[in-house]
Structure formats: structure tokens, C-alpha cells
């Protein structure tokens, strides 16, 4: 009795309240990745059940599976990738440093940026281009205009007033 005329139902260690009984198992360790099941097997308590591709006693550890892609090897369920490949099954290009205008590909020479329009590649796709030749001016992003590529001089130089050169 709760002292207000309702009762409340206190559960067993492992058990949670459903519905209307104490029938849904819970797990110490939260399961992450998975689903909390009840354990008969020699009085343990209840375990997690690991979705496909999880392990460890709460289902947090990307277990080493599906490494057709051939960019990693896996050692006791810990995944080791390749230089330039990442993510859960090293198939992911990885480009160090981040590609700054565009993405990053892998087609198994090593991993490069491949730049989006106007980006030239420099190093990471951080290098603007301009439609057409700026000739001795540099192209820079534009102060006023938000994405947009303009010429202007180059440091140290100035435009002849008279002449626009």
C-alpha cells in the first residue's frame, strides 16, 4: 500500500515493470547495442544480446566482422585499419589532412581529396580558383560575396588608379 490506497509493484533485481507485471528483463551493464534477455543459465543475471556487428558485456565494442573490403585486419575484436581507411569496417577513405572544399576518395593509391568546383586540390581542396585567368592578380574568396571567387592584386602591390592595372 502506498498510503494513499494504490498499491505499487516493486519488481525483483533484474526485473523492470511492464505493462502490468514485472516481465521485462533488465541488464548492469545498460545494453547499447543490443537487447537485454533473461539468463537461466546457471544463476547469472540477465545478459545482453548483441546486435550483428557489436560484442562485450554491453554490446559497445565493434565486433570484427565484414572486412571484405580488405583495408584492415582484426586481432582478439579489435579492428586495426589500413593508412587511409577508417570506420567500423575500414572500407571509409580517411585523408589526413581533412579535404577543406570537397571528399575524400580512396581507390587504392592512397587516399585524396577530390575538390568541389572552384577548389583547386593545393594540398587539402583549400586553394580557390576563378573562372578564367586572373592573369598576375590571385584569386581569393570574395569579402562581400559569401562562396565567391574574385581576382585582386597581390600583396604588396596596388591598382593603378588611372589605368585598373
Do not use: R
Not at 533485481?13 to 551493464?29: A, K, R
Not at 575538390?115 to 592578380?137: R, T
Amino acid at each position: 500500500d502506498n498510503g494513499d490506497g494504490t498499491s505499487a509493484c516493486l519488481c525483483d533485481l533484474g526485473w523492470e515493470l511492464g505493462l502490468t507485471d514485472c516481465t521485462s528483463p533488465t541488464c548492469d551493464p545498460i545494453c547499447v547495442n543490443g537487447t537485454c534477455i533473461s539468463s537461466s543459465i546457471d544463476g547469472k543475471a540477465n545478459v545482453c544480446e548483441c546486435d550483428a556487428g557489436y560484442t562485450g558485456d554491453d554490446c559497445n565494442t565493434v565486433a570484427c566482422i565484414d572486412m571484405e573490403a580488405g583495408h584492415g585486419i582484426c586481432v582478439n575484436d579489435v579492428i586495426y585499419c589500413s593508412a587511409g581507411w577508417g570506420g567500423d569496417t575500414c572500407s571509409d577513405p580517411v585523408c589526413t589532412p581533412e579535404c577543406g572544399h570537397g571528399s575524400c576518395q580512396n581507390e587504392g593509391a592512397g587516399a585524396y581529396c577530390e575538390c568541389d568546383d572552384l577548389w583547386d586540390d593545393g594540398f587539402n581542396c583549400d586553394v580557390p580558383q576563378c573562372e578564367g585567368d586572373c592573369g598576375d592578380w590571385t584569386c581569393v574568396l570574395s569579402d562581400e560575396l559569401l562562396d565567391t571567387h574574385v581576382c585582386k592584386c597581390v600583396l604588396g602591390y596596388s591598382v593603378d588608379p588611372l589605368s585598373g592595372d
